[in-house]
């Protein structure tokens, strides 16, 4: 009976003390929900304050692999490799009567596949991916919601063929800020200045410009998303836009998963490509594949 009532004692004992500590847990949660709700709080404040706000993400892809007499492949000593690099920033100011606004985006990519069999192959890394954006948008406030623009923004590529092609527009419209993570501009009055060897191919035109701007930060979880968008009066060949996608997810100290993705239409491009490089001679507009262009990279991550 002693042995008995000793172990209903112990069992009870224990039944409370877990109460007690679900209790005491119960208070620590609330204490963190009210303090996080004021760290978010606090983190609002600061996004809506007036001045400077800069971020980035980076990200970096690779891989490397070396196959020595792997027969069960076609080419059984190989020595393959890929190398990314993205980059997607921004340096804003809001004031009370004006904003500007300048970002920039870079991408670029090397692969390498060295068959030690044919003589006649690529050793070293080539060129793959080679994006460079850069635009710069001032406005002045007529509301909270809405502000007269003038937009600068340049695209070409870095690593080969510099500024051919290389597009500038500049123009000047409205901008409208529906919440402080989105920046939608259009631009009526713009002129869109092509920058080619190929005076044949590009041509500069005037037209509209239309881009959006998105930004948010999801606690660890950061997303840019960007669309340029050029709509030419003169030719709907010569119309263009890219859209731009970065996802950085922090996992330690800032270092964490990134993912950039875009889509691009250019029909110049597509043309340019069908002449100078399949070597279609009678390639014209209105029979060449206009194919939709896209990249990915993904790999580790730095969030600034």
């Known amino acids: 009976m002693l042995f008995v009532v000793l172990g209903m004692f112990a069992l009870t004992s224990q039944g ?14 609330d204490s ?17 304050f007036p001045g400077w706000k800069f971020g980035a993400i980076a990200t970096v892809g690779f891989n490397v692999s070396q196959f020595s007499n792997w027969y069960a492949q076609g080419s059984p000593n190989v020595d393959a490799g890929k190398i990314g690099i993205g980059f997607s920033g921004y340096a804003n100011l809001d004031r009370e009567k004006y904003f ?18 044919d003589p006649d192959d690529v050793e070293g890394y ?47 419209g409205f901008t409208w800020t529906p919440v402080n993570e989105l920046v939608v501009v259009v631009h009526p009055l ?24 998105y930004i948010k930060d999801f606690g660890g979880l950061k997303f840019k998303s960007n669309f340029s968008g050029f709509l030419s009066y003169k030719d709907s060949n010569y119309s263009n836009w890219t859209w731009t996608n970065s996802l950085g997810y922090s996992l330690w100290k800032n270092i964490g998963l990134g993912f950039e993705f875009a889509l691009r ?33 993904f790999g580790l991550n730095y969030s600034f």
């Open 190 to 213: 713009n002129y869109n200045f092509v920058f080619s060897d190929d005076d044949d191919i590009f041509e500069s035109s005037a037209g509209c410009k239309i881009m959006a701007d």
């Open 32 to 48: 963190i929900d009210a303090l996080q709700s004021e760290v978010d709080d606090l983190t609002k404040r600061i996004d809506q």
């Open 100 to 117: 500007w606004r300048n970002s920039m985006t870079v991408n670029l990519q090397w692969v390498k596949f060295d068959d030690k069999d």
């Open 265 to 297: 239409d250019n029909k110049q491009e597509a043309l340019n490509y069908a002449i100078n490089s399949q070597g279609i001679e009678d390639a014209t507009f209105d029979n060449i594949d206009n194919d939709l262009q896209s990249y990915w990279l």
């Open 126 to 172: 080539r060129e793959a991916t080679d994006v460079f954006n850069i635009n710069s948008l001032y406005g002045y406030k007529l509301s909270d919601k809405l502000a007269l623009s003038a937009l600068g923004e340049y695209r070409t590529t870095l690593l080969s063929n510099f500024n051919d092609p290389g597009y500038l527009d500049l123009g000047v």
């Open 16 to 29: 409370q003390t877990v109460e007690e500590l679900k209790a005491l847990k119960s208070q620590k949660q």
